[in-house]
């Protein structure tokens, strides 16, 4: 039962450092967002493809006031969210099962 517990608590290692490399590269998006940049350039394009998927759901709500989009706010607040839920149940089984 300790490698079990091992094993969920490398998990939850895990997901916090993946939740941790996302919130970064969504503060760089930001930023990016900020200065006039070309999104044909490959590292610009590779942190669109990985943002994408979170922010443009959020961008069908109406969370624009007036030149201010406040979608990556929102995905902020919900990935801390996600982020603590599942690391919380993850440590949790850890701890259940002796680690």
């Known amino acids: 039962m300790f490698i079990i517990g091992q094993f969920f ?4 290692v895990l997901f916090s450092m993946l939740f941790k490399v996302i919130y970064f ?4 998006r930001i930023v990016l967002s900020w200065f006039q940049v070309s999104p044909f350039s490959e590292p610009v394009n ?16 109406p969370l624009q006031v007036g ?8 995905a902020f607040v919900l ?21």
Do not use: E, N
């Not at 608590?9 to 939850?12: E, R, V």
């Not at 590269?25 to 760089?28: E, F, T």
């Not at 590779?46 to 709500?61: G, N, S």
């Open 46 to 61: 590779i942190l669109y493809r990985v943002t994408d998927p979170i922010l443009l759901p959020l961008r069908k709500l």
């Open 9 to 12: 608590a490398s998990l939850a």
């Open 79 to 99: 990935l801390t969210f996600i982020d603590h839920f599942a690391v919380g149940v993850l440590q949790q089984l850890a701890y259940r099962f002796g680690a």
């Open 67 to 74: 030149m201010i989009d406040f979608s990556p706010v929102v």
């Open 25 to 28: 590269l969504l503060v760089i």
